[in-house]
């Protein structure tokens, strides 16, 4: 049976408290977003789309890549929008610390993914966390509105790190409310 996967590093649950409030703050502004829900967000470190391999063998793979990567943190500094914010679609939070580490994980992993035949996104690693979608239908001006807005705005000063010290597989089940996430798997690095 064929499942929608990702890979991702997870955060914790005291980092997605203060995403909630920072959230909470955010829905004041009344932004036509939809917003993502605090306990599914996450650092997605490859897309996999719908998948019949078996989870086994995606694990297995991913481990191998993570033998000689070692734990690094990261911070939330920043807010912006994809794919610019003359055309915002998705808001987004920025990220800091060890991004050296991250691109080293991300390239192992589609490096692995790709041996085994597993296709993913093509497009550049751009390290952040997705907030929102923007909604569809806006005109070009509302948009264009919206991404100075989205801009202007600073994030909070976020206390908590993000320990990447394990990557997660999980399936993502779409439903009319919004995606569920369930976690498959958890790969420890080394």
Known sequence: MK???FLAIELSRETKEEL???????KRHYFPVRWVAPENIHLTLAFIGWQEKEIANIKNQIAKRLD???PFTLRIS???CFPNNRRPRVIWLGLTG???????????????LAKIGVKTEER?????????????DLRPQALIDLGQRVT????LEFKSEILADKVCLFESILHPNGPE??????IIFG
Not at 20 to 26: G, K, N, T, V
Not at 98 to 111: A, R
Not at 152 to 155: I, N, Q, S, V
């Open 20 to 26: 909630a409030q920072f959230l909470e703050d955010l």
């Open 124 to 136: 550049e690693f751009t390290p952040h966390l997705t907030l929102g979608r923007v909604k569809r």
């Open 152 to 155: 202007k705005l600073e994030a």
């Open 181 to 186: 996430h369930r976690k498959l798997e958890e």
């Open 78 to 80: 920043g807010i912006g």
């Open 3 to 5: 499942k929608r996967l």
């Open 98 to 112: 060890d991004l050296e580490s991250l691109k080293e994980l991300q390239v192992n992993i589609k490096e692995g």
């Open 68 to 70: 000689d990567i070692s």
